[in-house]
Structures are given as C-alpha cells and as structure tokens.
C-alpha cells in the first residue's frame, strides 16, 4: 500500500505519532531579516530531501510500520528535519513556507505509515507465534507414506486419518501463510540464519514450499497405495492361475506340493498370504467408507474355496501314499541296511520298514586324483612352472538302495526317506574299508504311519 494516496494534506500538522514537543515552532511575529542567498539554498535543499524522504517512505508502503524499529527511524528523521528548519524564523518566505507545508505533508505520511500498521498487526495478531504454531503443526502432523499390501481395514482407517490430517494441516497453513504474507512485515535477517532468530520473509517461503511438499506427498501416497493395489490384483490373479495348473494325479506335482517335507507349509503360507491380499482390497474399500464389490468378495471366496480343495486333496494323497513297491526281498541286505540306519553318527531315528529299491548289490569304481603344488617359478619369459605332487585314489565298491519311512522328531510326522548303502574294498585313507555305511540319503515326501507296517 503506499502512503501518498491515503492521506489528506491539511493545514495541521499531524503530531500525535511522533514524540512530544515535535510541532513546528512559529516565532512571534517581528522584524525578521530576509534570508540571505546561502540560507535560501539550505531551506530548498531541506525541502528536497524531504521530498526524497518521502518518496522512499511511500515506496515502501505500510507493513515496515509493524516494526517498532522502522517507525524509530522515521520519526527520528523528521526530528532531524524539524531541527534544520527551526534554524530559519523568516516563516513568511515562501521557501520557508514551501519547507514547512513539506514537513507536514512528511508528518502526515509517517502518521498514516503507524495507522495502516496498527491496522495490519490486528489482522495478523502475533505473527511470530503464529509461524512458530504452523512449524510445530507440521512436525506433529508428518504425511504417511503409502500402503504396502497386505494390510487390514484398521490400518487404512489410521492411513486415511493421518493423511487427512497431514494435508489439511498444510492446505490451512498455506491460506494463513498467504495472509500472513499480504499483510505482516518479515523483513530478512541479516547474516545466516540460526536458531532462535525471528521468522523472516524467507522463512515464510520457507513453510510454504513444506506446506505445498506435505499436500503433494499426501496426494502421491494415495496414488501409489492405488497403483500398488492394482499391481498386487494382477500378481495375485497369475498366481492363482497357477494354483489352478497344479495336477494332484501327476507324480512330481504330489510330491513339490503335497508330499514332499515343507510342501504343505509351504502352501498354507501361500493360501494365507493371498488372503491378505484380497482382504486388503476388502479393507481398503471398507476405510473409505464404500461397499466392497462383487469382484473383490469373489476373489476372497474363490481363495478360501481352493484352500479348502487342497486340503481335501492332501488328505487323499496322504491315504494312497505308500512306500515303493520292493524289487528284492534278500533278508540279508534288508538286515545291512538296519545296521546303517542304526548307526548313531547318521541320526535317523525312529524308522519303518525297509525296502529294496535295486534288486541286489552292484559293483563300482570310481578314479580321482589331486594335485598338490609345493613350488611356484616364474622365468624372465615369464613362463610358470609348478612343481609338486599328484596323488590318485582308486575307489572301489559295492552298493544297493533302499527306502524307508523315517519320523520327524519335531513334528512328528512320517517321511520316505531314501539310502544308498555303500561298502567300500579301496579309496582314499579317509574311506571306510570293509564296512556297510551310508553312501547319501534323501528325504522325500510325508507317509502316513497306517500305510505301513513296523517289522
């Protein structure tokens, strides 16, 4: 607002803003000599430079008048001009009346400068404080990321709560920022900026740059919750298809799936977490206050309607599993084979009956050697020479296979296990010679213990 365009020149001069004792003094009337050439050229030069003074006051507008200081100032400099004219007495010249008729006009403007910021100050109330309450409102009030799927209706409600909050906190603080603009006087602190100093014009971008950032991270969580959601409804849908590829009648389906050890966890964990994520859907549409659709309550019936048909099927399985159909009955290589799975160092545990996978004892050998460098020489042609020993082990042996059901000490459940037995005649000297032992095991899938019989 400038200052010239508000007030009303008078023939009174305007003193109630300035300190006591600050009207122009007229002298009494008398013989008083007419100014001489250089006093003529100091009253003009005090009316020009009270025109300059104006003129910057005017630029400046009103809000600089919110500051005790800037009034200080002002007033100090009309002093100082009332102080230079009050050396000229000849109040009849007319460049005397022409400095004076000046000062009040610059009186008048300082008076309307202090009115207009008195005005100001009671619009904006303590603006510092106010500042200072908008900053502690954005810390308290932080945006929330976006939602990672899975997640439940609770979770949304507080998401949604806390967003809301966020972005209304800082929509509020932008139209208070823009007033607080249009009307408070926050002139820039000189020298860097520290704790504790007055907020200023800068910081006043300051907090409104956040603001607009917290609007923006509000909005773009919400999108990418929205994304995310459609990116999880397209994974879930391929990984449901492929529930749907699983064969319960094709051998290595029933064991990855259904039998072998961790399958069923494994699928379980699967079942749950696709709930999660079809429930999410369920909650997201529930914490926004809408009716979950058809398609997102059918995805939810159509999982718990495939977890249910595995289980069915699991059990099926487990009722026709059975150990393998033996391909010899030698008394003697069954007897061997109790011997390895009583050996304490293997740690099978409790086990079943066995059973023959090879129909008898086979011979093998097997060659392996290995070097062991002792010397290192690199010639000047930069030829490498390696100089040590090469050691060869010839193995030699016989096996069989056989399986066996073996129980889970910690879960208890039955599983197939299946042995290669060895007997080795030569090797290496850390080979056993001479002796039945167990040359690998691998473990297979859940048996159930009333398909098999204890010898």
Do not use: C
């Not at 929509?171 to 602190?189: G, H, Q």
């Not at 459609?230 to 590829?245: K, S």
């Not at 429930?279 to 495939?306: C, H, M």
């Not at 004892?361 to 490498?384: A, C, F, R």
């Amino acid at each position: 607002m400038r200052l010239l365009s508000t007030i009303f020149i008078g023939a009174v001069l305007v003193t109630s803003a300035l300190p006591a004792g600050t009207a122009i003094a007229v002298p009494a009337q008398g013989d008083v000599r007419p100014l001489v050439s250089g006093e003529r050229v100091r009253v003009n030069k005090i009316t020009r430079d009270i025109t300059s003074a104006m003129q910057e006051l005017d630029k400046n507008g009103a809000k600089p008048f919110q500051d005790p200081a800037y009034v200080k100032r002002w007033q100090q400099s009309y002093e100082r001009f009332k102080k230079a004219l009050a050396k000229y007495p000849q109040v009849n010249d007319p460049d005397v009346i022409a400095a004076t008729r000046k000062l009040q006009e610059y009186a008048n403007l300082i008076q309307v400068g202090i009115n207009e910021g008195t005005k100001q100050v009671q619009q904006t109330g303590d603006v510092q404080a106010r500042l200072a309450k908008i900053e502690t409102a954005f810390r308290s009030n932080q945006p929330p990321g976006w939602l990672k799927v899975p997640f439940t209706e609770e979770q949304v409600r507080q998401w949604i709560n806390k967003a809301g909050v966020a972005k209304g906190t800082a929509e509020s603080a932008i139209a208070a920022l823009d007033d607080i603009a249009k009307n408070a006087y926050l002139p820039v602190n000189a020298g860097p900026s520290q704790s504790g100093d007055r907020y200023d014009k800068q910081d006043l971008s300051r907090l409104k740059n956040y603001a607009n950032s917290i609007v923006k991270k509000v909005n773009e969580a919400v999108v990418t919750t929205e994304q995310n959601l459609r990116h999880a409804a397209e994974m879930q849908g391929r990984e449901l298809q492929g529930y749907n590829q699983i064969d319960p009648n094709d051998p290595s389906d029933q064991a990855n799936y259904f039998l072998n050890e961790g399958a069923e966890a494994r699928m379980y964990a699967g079942f749950e977490r696709q709930l999660a994520i079809a429930n999410s859907f369920v909650a997201y549409q529930k914490g926004l206050g809408q009716q979950p659709n058809k398609a997102v309550t059918d995805r939810v019936a159509y999982i718990e309607g495939v977890k249910q048909r595995y289980g069915a099927l699991r059990e099926k399985l487990l009722g026709e599993s059975s150990l393998p159909e033996a391909k010899s009955t030698d008394s003697k290589l069954i007897d061997i084979a109790n011997r390895i799975l009583a050996i304490p160092r293997y740690k099978f545990g409790n086990h079943g009956p066995v059973v023959l996978t090879s129909k008898g004892i086979v011979q093998k050998e097997k060659e392996l050697s290995e070097e062991e460098y002792n010397d290192v020489d690199i010639s000047l042609s930069g030829e490498i020479t390696l100089t040590g020993t090469k050691t060869t082990w010839h193995y030699r042996w016989d096996e069989f296979t056989f399986a066996t059901p073996i129980q889970d000490p910690h879960s208890k459940q039955w599983y197939v296990w299946w042995i290669t037995a060895k007997k080795f005649s030569s090797g290496a000297s850390t080979t056993p010679i001479g002796e039945w032992v167990s040359g690998g095991a691998t473990k297979g899938g859940v048996i159930l213990e009333k398909t098999f019989k204890f010898n």
